[in-house]
């Protein structure tokens, strides 16, 4: 049977060599669109691939950028605020294992501050071993103070101190007028009566350059986070 277009071409009074030049005209033209069709289909899908690897290296090149601005921040941060876990018990009822600290590393250092009464502190100290440790104790002495314990009191430049903060409320052992050196502070723990500190031949007097920073906020537990109160403040 005979093609409608092979049989218009007849009624046209199109015959022989010619009719056959036209079938194969027609048929080369059809596989030409039939080709063109498909390149163009081809082409799009090029394109659409070609549109999912610029968006995926977009998306790439952003998580980069917010990758290194992250660590940028963090190395920044870093150089400011130190992290740090309460170890033992020598703070109660104050500051208890596992709290979670920060430190202002530049507290006493960039800003120019000095220590002062009541500061809560991180410092290193070495151990009988030769090995460090770090210890958080709060500042009760600067330099040039006068430092004297007896009958369980604290005194201060000849004057008893507020010790309702600390745990028993008491501090045992016997210091006669010692005089805080200008480069160093005496540290006691909150909870005296256990805390190993500047009362203790093993600690002594804290020398500003052990001194790590300041602690300032409490992150953890989250019912008791917020600032560092210092107690002896004025209100």
Request: aromatic residues 6%; contains cysteine.
């Amino acid at each position: 049977m005979r093609s409608k277009k092979y049989q218009e071409l007849e009624n046209n009074g199109v015959t022989g060599d010619e009719l056959r030049e036209k079938i194969v005209e027609g048929m080369a033209d059809a596989e030409a669109t039939r080709g063109s069709a498909e390149l163009q289909e081809v082409s799009g899908e090029i394109k659409e691939a070609k549109g999912e690897t610029q968006s995926a290296a977009s998306m790439i090149v952003e998580w980069t950028k917010g990758i290194a601005l992250a660590l940028v921040c963090a190395v920044v941060i870093l150089q400011f605020i130190k992290p740090t876990v309460v170890q033992q018990h020598s703070m109660e009822p104050n500051f208890y294992t596992n709290d979670y600290l920060f430190i202002s590393k530049q507290a006493y250092r960039l800003f120019r501050g000095t220590p002062q009464l009541g500061d809560v502190i991180v410092f290193s100290t070495e151990q009988a071993d030769g090995t460090e440790k770090l210890l958080i104790k709060r500042v009760i002495g600067t330099p040039g103070d006068e430092i004297s314990i007896a009958g369980g009191k604290v005194y201060l430049n000849g004057k008893i101190i507020d010790d309702s903060y600390t745990k028993d409320g008491t501090t045992n052992g016997d210091i006669d007028k010692l005089i805080v050196p200008s480069d160093a502070v005496f540290c006691l723990g909150d909870n005296r009566l256990i805390s190993i500190d500047s009362r203790s031949d093993d600690v002594g007097l804290v020398s500003y350059e052990d001194i790590l920073g300041k602690v300032v906020f409490r992150l953890l537990p989250l019912s008791n986070m917020g600032a560092i109160d210092n107690p002896y403040d004025e209100e």
